[in-house]
């Protein structure tokens, strides 16, 4: 049940943010009162897809079609489809190349404030 | 919270120690996203419940809503297989029925053991009646083919329904047997089948229905069970509204459609099937893993031809790209009637039956052949058809490609554009798959094949099965059956074939969510006014790939309101679209407070298609009233939030 919900607004900062506004809007009308943890909205893309930062691209492929055989709406009898949709974000975002490598930008730049002055390959060690 | 939610609390933890069958919707409900509206007011009351039994409950059994939908979810296993979809192909001229068994797709036949069955309805006196006919219907005869031709059975329905009467495809279709009626209006096109003497009027969906009506009970009588779920396949140009009418003659059957599947990814989804046993006998092939195949379906069949390219690894088909139009054997058949009968359209403009005779007999030797070419290089026509007049000569292939050049033409078109769409080289494509009664039209295998730079096809397929094989193991899959020999592992990621969006300041078309995007899928634009102080404005939605409105079709429309006071282009109208896995469309808009993300008051959710006749007329009675002080238009692309691309 874990990736049950799916309402997954605010995450990205917004280089690769996926329509910030619309969706947070879409979160506004429709989720009121559905709990959300901290945790949840936090979840980078490879969290998503459950895959390393330094997955390759056949990985990450090959973890969205095994995500997509557990979550699709077709094998969860019509349940769950926006986990569906927030796993194929993630993977069109990271299955090309240049919109993987903003993200990983903007994701070490966002985790640079939070683990202090470093380097990228230290941020990779917060993980 | 409504007032009487104290007393609620009290019966809530009993109704929640027997869960109704409600229950698990309402918890779905509970536990996903709520952009889907509430389907009714039980599972209103049932939410709230559970939010009660939440509050109440929480320190002791804070997961009682997760196992509850766990317990329901084996309920559901078990009882499944009473709910299974069967897959249905209507096609232009044939039609079959595939049922997943419990160990393999079955396709079952009628009473004439024939498992692919001609698509009509023949009326007659007060009643009418279908090709597939079975069990205790069985005294019913056959209708033979020249009684078909006779004016007194509809057929090509597929070709028909959901078509404006100002469509090239109705006005075609005048040329068939029965009725065709059109005023050029834009409205929904007359249809008449001659009974006793007399064209009776009736609609492309009632005929669909009825025909449907048929085959549900054909297959009701063979399952022994009630049928109501189904997969049907569809072309991959129908658009929405073409769709809605599908549903609508299903509905009129009393069959639910579970899915509507475009032909070529139902091909897909067989395909991966096939290629996951392939995997699975060759090699431990883990889930995901494997090689990823690409494949490049041709499906041409009597009324409609569909390219599309899916890629297929694990058992799962993405599919890519999908290109479709109106082009099959009729136009194949329509194109050789012409050539052999130039002045083919004289012959029955007063529609009397004796010419209505002569012409079936034409239409009969001019499919066979068609049908003989596809083996042989030449023919022999011999028809007397009957008013004096008979037909003598020989048709040579050459000849007959020549005829049908520009529908050769048009389908290489299709797939360049879907190669290109889905940035595929031949090269890149390790299967040609080709289905469809045309694709065995030599002139349209070498034509496929040469583009894919292949020698030979796909094989392991029956060209006349695959579509609706696919479709019941989509039933299968969808209604949530289980194989342990791993055979339903499987899925087609469908995609959409045209793009949506909404019409713009100037008459221009803005996709929201582009062709070819998978779905489910749920995607937003943020759009500004076009005049100083502007407080509504309407959301025109139109389906197509057109640069302006006019080229696509309008879906429906509603006014956004309370958008703040500001200068033109300042304000900001999100228009937010989102697709479910049954491809139902909503669109979600509102205006946004000034200069913040938050919405300026409650939005609109709408379902598309809204509209039903005469949509021609909307569009143009829109312009006509509101001029253009209601428009939207784009905001420069730097102001957009970015999208993951």
Known sequence: MAMSGGLNFAVLPPPVCISVRPRSVVALAAAEGTPETAERRARSLYEVLRVRETATAGEIKAAYRSMAKRFHPDVTAGRGGDDFVEIRRAYEALSDPAARARYDLSIGRWRQGACGLSGRWETDQCW | ?645
């Open chain 2, 1 to 645: 919270m409504p007032l009487w939610v104290p007393e609620r609390s009290q019966v809530a933890p009993a109704a929640c120690l027997s869960p109704s069958p409600e229950a698990p919707r309402a918890l779905s409900l509970f536990s996903s996203s709520s952009f889907l509206p509430l389907p009714n007011s039980q599972c209103l009351v049932w939410r709230t419940d559970l939010l009660v039994i939440s509050l109440f409950r929480m320190a002791e059994q804070p997961y009682t809503v997760a196992s509850d939908s766990e317990t329901t979810g084996d309920d559901k296993s078990q009882s499944a297989f009473h709910d299974l979809a069967i897959g249905i192909e209507v096609g232009t001229s044939k039609c079959s029925i595939a049922v997943w068994n419990g160990a393999q797709v079955e396709l079952l036949r009628n009473t004439r053991k024939q498992k692919s069955m001609r698509s009509y309805v023949m009326f007659k006196d007060d009643t009418s009646s279908g090709e597939a006919s079975s069990g205790g219907a069985s005294n019913k005869t056959a209708y033979e083919e020249k009684e078909i031709l006779s004016g007194s059975a509809i057929f090509n329905m597929k070709r028909l329904i959901g078509r404006a009467d100002t469509d090239p495809i109705v006005h075609a279709s005048k040329n068939l047997p029965f009725v065709v009626q059109t005023l050029g209006i834009g409205v929904k096109p007359f249809i008449a089948a001659l009974v006793n003497n007399v064209w009776r009027s009736t609609t492309p969906e009632e005929v669909l229905a009825i025909f449907l009506v048929e085959l549900k009970t054909m297959a009701e009588v063979q399952l022994k069970r009630l049928i109501r779920n189904v997969v049907l396949t569809i072309p991959v140009s129908f658009n929405r509204f073409q769709q809605i009418r599908v549903e609508r003659a299903c509905a009129m059957a009393g069959l639910h459609v579970l899915r509507l599947m475009p032909e070529p990814t139902a091909v897909a989804l067989l395909y991966a099937q096939q290629q996951q046993q392939q995997q699975q006998q060759s090699l431990h092939g883990g889930m995901g893993s494997g090689c990823e195949k690409v494949a490049l379906i041709f499906n041409m069949g009597a009324g409609y031809c569909d390219v599309a390219t899916t890629a297929t690894a694990g058992g799962v088909s993405q599919i890519k790209a999908m290109q479709g139009c109106t082009l099959g054997g009729e136009d194949i058949l329509k194109n050789v009637l012409y050539h052999l009968l130039p002045n083919f359209d004289s012959l029955y403009s007063n529609r009397d039956t004796n010419k209505i005779r002569s012409m079936g007999l034409l239409r009969i030797a001019a499919q066979d052949a068609i049908h003989r070419l596809s083996t042989q290089s030449s023919v022999q026509i011999n028809v007397d058809l009957g008013d004096g007049t008979k037909m003598q000569r020989v048709l040579h292939q050459s000849e007959f490609e020549e005829v049908n050049r520009n529908v050769f033409e048009i389908c290489e078109k299709l797939i360049k554009l879907c190669l290109a769409d889905s940035k595929l080289a031949a090269e890149d494509i390790n299967d040609v798959i080709l289905v469809g009664g045309c694709s065995r039209i030599p002139k349209i295998r070498s034509l496929v094949l040469g583009l894919c730079k292949k020698e030979k096809e796909y094989e392991g397929m029956d060209a006349l099965e695959a579509a609706v094989t696919g479709a019941a193991l989509e039933g299968a899959v969808a209604s949530g059956i289980t194989d342990p020999s791993g055979s339903l592992d499987m899925l087609t990621i469908q995609a959409t074939p045209l793009s949506l969006g909404i019409r713009v300041h100037g008459g221009g078309f803005v996709p929201i969510i582009q062709r070819n995007t998978a779905i489910p899928v749920r995607k937003s634009t943020i759009f500004t006014t076009t005049q100083d102080g502007q407080t509504e404005a309407l959301i025109v939605v139109y389906e197509g790939d057109g640069k302006m409105v006019e080229e696509n079709h309008l879906m429906g429309y509603f006014k956004v309101t309370a958008i703040p006071l500001a200068p033109k282009g300042t304000a900001e109208i999100s228009v937010c679209m989102d697709i479910d896995a049954a491809n139902t469309l909503r669109v979600f808009a509102g205006a946004m407070m000034l200069g913040t993300d938050r919405a300026n008051s409650p939005f609109f959710e709408v379902r598309m298609p809204t509209l039903d006749d005469a949509h021609g007329w909307c569009a143009q009675a829109l312009v006509k009233t509101h001029g253009s002080a209601l428009d939207l238009t784009t905001i420069p692309k730097e102001l957009q939030p970015q999208k993951v691309q």
